[in-house]
Structure formats: structure tokens, C-alpha cells
């Protein structure tokens, strides 16, 4: 930008301070189909929606709902205005990654599943889904916390060594994440300033720790 008092002096500052896993992976298609950023968006988001619907009946298989079941609630599923189509393009993506790293974890827990590598893809799902929202900081250690748990329940230790190995994984993505945005932005993390200030309705929004990236609470409600 140049300064309002001396055209003459250009000094830089950031135009975004949001995460940038949106904008790489809106790089990444554009660069792909050679098309025009407009179309690159509208080809990422529905891709997401896509693999969105897909992960989701990939779970309701894995978590064991009867057939029929599970095509009802896909059909439903697509046809339901949900929340974050209308908030912010990185949701779009984000919920679609996050699931996916949940059906990777039930994927891990399946009987014959234990490999290393469902720990390691699930947990950079999760640290991603912050490189794409700041939201997802505390929820993406959410699901390795609950398996620590449960591997400490149940005396499972192979299972609570991948697991902790996968929250400091985890941890580092996320360390990673907020070192670059401080070294780019000048700023670790940015919250933008709330000027209406705070509604008991805003909970509903505030996915994903209240699940409206799931299901839109706010469309049950009407």
C-alpha cells in the first residue's frame, strides 16, 4: 500500500490474516482446471459438498445403520439448507474434512484396522481443518482426547501410544500454523471483532463444538 502521506513510500500489509488452507486449496484447482478464480471457487466448494454427502454415508455404514436407513438419511441429508452454506466458503470445506477424519479414526477402530497410518491421515485431517478455520483449533484435539480416554479405560496400550502420538502430531500442525500466520500476518491468530455483541442464539452458530456444521439446529427450530 502506499502511505496517504508520501505516495512515494510502499509499505506492505496483509489483505487476509484468516488461515490459508482455503486459498491454497483454491490455488491448487485453479491451477489444475486453468479456469478463472470465480469458477476455481464453485468447483472447489462442490467438490466438498460432494465428498461432504459421500464421508457421511460412509460413517452411517461404518457406525453400523441399517441400509435403508442410511439412504433416507443421505436423501434428507442433501436436501436440508444447512448453516454454513451461506457463512463462510472454508466451512464448506472444513466440515467435510473433519468428518473425514472421524471415519478415519472408526476406520482405525475396526477389528484388523489398528495401522499406524489411519492415526497419521486422521490427525492431519483434524490439525488441517485449522489450517482452514481458527474454529477448529480446540475441536481438532477433541476426537484424539476422547480416544486417549478410552484406550486408558479400556488398558489399551497400543491404542493410547498411537493415540497421544497423533494429538502431538496434532499439536505441532497446529504450533506450524500458528508460527507462519505470525511470521505472514504480523499476527498468530486473528479474531474478527464482534460488534453486535453476544445473542443466546449465536450458539447455534457456533459450530462445530454445537454440531450446526452437521446439522442446522436453526432449521429444526422453524
Known amino acids: 500500500m502506499a502511505s496517504p502521506t508520501d505516495f512515494s513510500k510502499v509499505y506492505y500489509e496483509p489483505l487476509n490474516k484468516w488461515p490459508p488452507g482455503y486459498s491454497w486449496l483454491l490455488l491448487l484447482i485453479q491451477k489444475l482446471t486453468r479456469t478463472d478464480w470465480i469458477h476455481a471457487a464453485y468447483l472447489l466448494n462442490g467438490l466438498s459438498l460432494a465428498v461432504l454427502v459421500l464421508v457421511f454415508r460412509k460413517m452411517l455404514f461404518q457406525l453400523e445403520f441399517p441400509t435403508w436407513l442410511v439412504n433416507v438419511a443421505v436423501f434428507c441429508f442433501g436436501f436440508i439448507p444447512h448453516g454454513f452454506e451461506t457463512i463462510h466458503y472454508s466451512d464448506i470445506v472444513a466440515t467435510p474434512v473433519f468428518m473425514l477424519g472421524c471415519s478415519l479414526l472408526l476406520k482405525y477402530m475396526k477389528p484388523g484396522g489398528s495401522a499406524g497410518i489411519w492415526i497419521i491421515t486422521s490427525a492431519c485431517c483434524f490439525a ?95
Do not use: M, T
Open 128 to 222: 488441517f481443518c485449522a489450517w482452514l478455520k481458527y474454529l477448529y483449533i480446540l475441536p481438532a484435539f477433541v476426537p484424539f482426547s476422547l480416544l486417549i480416554v478410552y484406550a486408558i479405560v479400556r488398558k489399551k496400550q497400543q491404542i493410547k501410544q498411537q493415540a497421544v502420538a497423533g494429538f502431538l502430531l496434532i499439536f505441532l500442525l497446529i504450533g506450524f500454523l500458528l508460527f507462519y500466520q505470525q511470521y505472514h500476518s504480523g499476527n498468530a491468530v486473528f479474531v474478527h471483532p464482534a460488534e453486535s455483541g453476544f445473542f443466546p442464539g449465536q450458539l447455534l452458530d457456533a459450530a462445530p463444538l454445537i454440531p450446526a456444521s452437521f446439522i442446522n439446529i436453526s432449521f429444526y427450530d422453524l
